[in-house]
């Protein structure tokens, strides 16, 4: 019997990878194979950990970090440097936590599995890094339990490591302590979420919590516990082993953010993948380099990052791929992989597709969210059916205003809000179309309080 294997598979070959422009993928083979131990210090691999543990201070890293503008990959695009400097540590503060959000699950994002699967060395180098600066004991990777061959590749690297002595007691001779252990998961959205990843971690159910206390503060048992994305960490050693202007210089006059991005495409273009870009980089450069829309058909639409952003059009391809302008468009960057809709494709069949999705991983605490995104689906598959009801569509304008910020405990609701809010604001006709039917009896007519 023949197995189909998925890989999420990078564009460039080496010979356009150099050191110099491809922090993250320079080193990867083009046939795919895992860069193993020996291979990646060839490659200058564990470089930084050894120059930095011996020479500077954890406050030079954060320094460096923060300077260079190393804006956290995960989504949220917060500065990997401030963060790590608002971890508590310090005289009578215990060592915490360093964990490493390898839950990937948004939908149409495959950028983590490709740094896991072929160079998770990378990913150790830099949570070495990340624990140097932010005083960790111990580290986990917290994988998405569907990713088997990444969990082998990454249990293969730490063995090497520790076997090599980069991770474990006086690192590179140092003095400096830690070590990773990888954490699978069950394969749960809510999961990535940092604190319903703590829970998780800690052996409780994955529900998220309120913030404050960040876990910088209090984090995986009550300890600081520092939480970034592979490719975050991933582009630490790369920060420290040239500095914060060469980082820097990489983006630009593309971007204020530095460094490059594992760029992605998916959808009906000719060629779907991955690309490491400066930061920055146009729409429209992806979508060229993806070969345009596949049988000639024209863009209607697309999503900048994952099923957790807000719809853009043909005419923000030109707008710089980066997380403040993105944001001012009133969408998010996100995780950097577009989603491309074809002039043929529903946005309404898209978005129910989503919010199902989005449904389905609620971790079911905060009302808007539980109660809120099932209504959504069900108001959502009558209009797919042309069996709407007149008021559905404000319906669903109230609803996503309800998932929106700050009114649940996690991002999760506002996520889900974001392609809604979108798609009725830029394809309404479409939602309006299914509405055939008058308005439902309920709504004329509500129940007397006391009669519930
Ligand atoms: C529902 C939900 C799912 C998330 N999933 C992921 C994920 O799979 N990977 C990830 O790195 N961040 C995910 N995040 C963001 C994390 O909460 C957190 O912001 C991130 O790991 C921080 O890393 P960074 O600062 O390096 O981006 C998710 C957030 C939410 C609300
Ligand atoms: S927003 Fe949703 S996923 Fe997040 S805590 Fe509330 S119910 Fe859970």
Redesign the pocket.
Known sequence: MSVTRYHSQLRQSAAERRAETHPLTWRLRDDGARIGLDEYVDKDGYAAVREVLNRQSPDDVIATMKEANVR?????G?S?GM?WSLTMKGPGIPRGYLVC?A????PGTFKDRLLLEQQPHLLIEGMILGAYANHSRYGYIFLRGEYVEAARAVQQALDEARGAGWLGDDIAGSGFDFDIALHTGAGR??C???TALISSLEGKRANPRAKPPFPGQSGAWGKPTV???VE?FCNAPAVMAHGAKWYQDLSGELSNDGGTKLFGVSGKVERTGLWELPIGTPGRELLERAGGLRDGKALKTWLPGGGSTGFLLPEHLDSALDFDTIGKLGSRLGTGLLTVVNEDQSVLSLVRNLEQFFARESCGWCTPCRDGLPWTVKLLQALERGEGERGDVELLDKLADDLGPGKTF???AP?AAMPLASALQYFRDEFERGVTHPPRTAHADPIPVGQI
């Open positions: 956290g990959r995960g989504g949220a917060f990997a963060k959000n839950d990937e699950m948004e959205y809510i990535g979420e940092e939480v970034n994305n975050t996690c991002a999760h996520g």
